[in-house]
């Protein structure tokens, strides 16, 4: 193992400091500005609610984990859902603090009872197809945004769209340093400059905005109504299952660049909690759910710069980058088309991650246990099937999927029997 540059609690210098944490909030910048993009929310609520919960969760696991949270893009669909395609956004803010709820109660099951039930409740060939139906359920959205204007063909917004995302895959297979880590950010910029010379970009907004500017904050009882009921939670908690397994195998990839062991200290329930609170506090200013991004832990692998405080700098810059009034305007500006094409190497990343976690895992589809349980997850999250008891309570799509997926796991025979606690790590 290399020795690290900065260790976890190495102060850096004034100027690593700023170099560094740059590097980081430009390493998730993309991926959290692209989700509220896509579904309807302010940018500058998920940076400013990128950074608070970061912040968060650095208190939270004691300053021991260098993970940074962002926006989580297994919320999508559900948050379209949530919110009727844009129409009510604070239907999906109440999702998501029922989702931070959920983390917490979660978490304090895994700190009095350990965490191999949620192994077995959550095993690959559960999680890995429900990853799949994320990216997946997505593909028709991503095509539509990269061709079509107003619901027409248009051949010069999918030329945008096409040169965004060869200039991402670039990024992602030939360059093996730092800028291999931000493919998403830099393929958005490539994009947005081509968009800018072929004329389909209006600057007009961008002029007229303040350089300082105050988020548009969603704010409970002054924005929307508080009103919970069971189709909101049915869209968004369910998916729980898969996040809360996404963020084990972030804690488990971290631990293994940084040489800790993050399942016992700080623990996995300190680390659940935080990434449910900021989640919580996100929800309740607006801002769409974290999580731990991989984006930061690849640029934690190449620089071998593992310090918490350049981290809580990058989390700090990202909360006075989201009342850049200009740069907000800016980020609004970018054409639907270059949204597109990064999403169609993106979704496709997730679909993929999930078969990746199938071909680790070594998951045998000679056994029709497995072949059955992929199959319905796949067809049931994908072609969009609903369990509707009535006009305002309805399971569907990937939370159908994933409910389904895991019921099918606990009464088929064959189960397989869960590592111990010793040999996660």
Do not use: C
């Not at 197809?129 to 593909?139: C, E, N, R, T």
């Not at 297979?173 to 931000?182: C, E, G, R, T």
């Not at 506090?281 to 350049?310: C, D, F, W």
């Not at 159908?400 to 064959?414: C, D, F, S, T, Y």
């Amino acid at each position: 193992m290399n020795k690290p540059v900065l260790d976890i609690n190495d102060f850096p210098s004034k100027t690593q400091l700023i170099t560094l944490s740059f590097q980081h909030m430009f390493a998730m910048f993309g991926s959290t500005i692209l989700v509220p993009q896509l579904v309807g929310l302010s940018p500058a609520i998920a940076l400013l609610t990128s950074g608070i919960a970061t912040i968060i969760f650095l208190f939270i696991t004691q300053f021991k984990v260098p993970a940074y949270l962002g926006s989580s893009f297994a919320f999508i669909t559900p948050i379209l859902i949530a919110t009727n395609f844009g129409e009510n956004p604070g239907n999906a803010m109440i999702g998501a603090m029922a989702v931070g709820i959920t983390y917490s109660l979660v978490s304090l099951v895994i700190w009095k009872a350990g965490y191999k039930w949620l192994m077995r409740l959550l095993p690959p060939i559960v999680v890995g197809p429900v990853i799949m139906v994320i990216g997946l359920a997505l593909s028709g959205t991503a095509v539509d945004m990269a061709m079509n204007v107003n619901d027409e063909y248009s051949f010069l917004h999918f030329t945008a769209a096409l040169v965004t995302l060869f200039a991402a895959i670039v990024f992602t297979v030939y360059f093996k340093n730092i800028l291999s880590a931000m493919p998403i950010l830099l393929g958005l910029i490539i994009g947005y400059i081509y968009s800018a010379i072929i004329g389909i970009i209006d600057f007009t907004a961008v002029k007229e905005a303040k350089w300082f500017a105050m988020p548009d904050f969603l704010l409970p009882g002054i924005h929307y109504e508080f009103n919970i009921t069971s189709s909101i939670l049915l869209a968004m908690v369910p998916i729980v299952l898969v996040t809360i397994s996404e963020h084990i195998g972030h804690q488990l990839v971290l631990g293994k660049v940084v040489n800790r062991n993050y399942i016992k200290d700080p623990g996995l329930h300190r680390s659940i909690f935080a990434d449910g609170l900021g989640t919580f506090v996100s929800a309740l200013l607006g801002g769409p759910p974290k999580t731990t991004y991989g984006e930061n832990i690849g640029v934690l692998a190449i620089t071998r710069v593992y310090s918490v405080y350049v981290i809580f700098g990058a989390a700090v810059l990202a909360i006075l980058f989201a009342f850049f009034g200009k740069a907000m305007a800016l980020i609004q500006t970018i054409p639907t088309a270059v949204l597109g094409g990064i999403s169609i190497l993106l979704f496709g990343i997730i679909a993929s991650s999930g078969l990746r976690m199938l071909v680790e895992n070594k998951i045998d589809f000679g056994k029709n246990r497995n072949l059955v349980i992929s199959s319905v997850i796949l067809v049931i999250g994908i072609g969009g099937a609903a369990l509707r008891f009535s006009e305002t309570f309805a399971i569907e799509g990937m939370a159908l999927a994933a409910i389904v997926g895991v019921i099918l796991n606990l009464i088929l025979p064959g189960r397989e029997i869960v590592q111990d606690e010793d040999e996660i790590n």
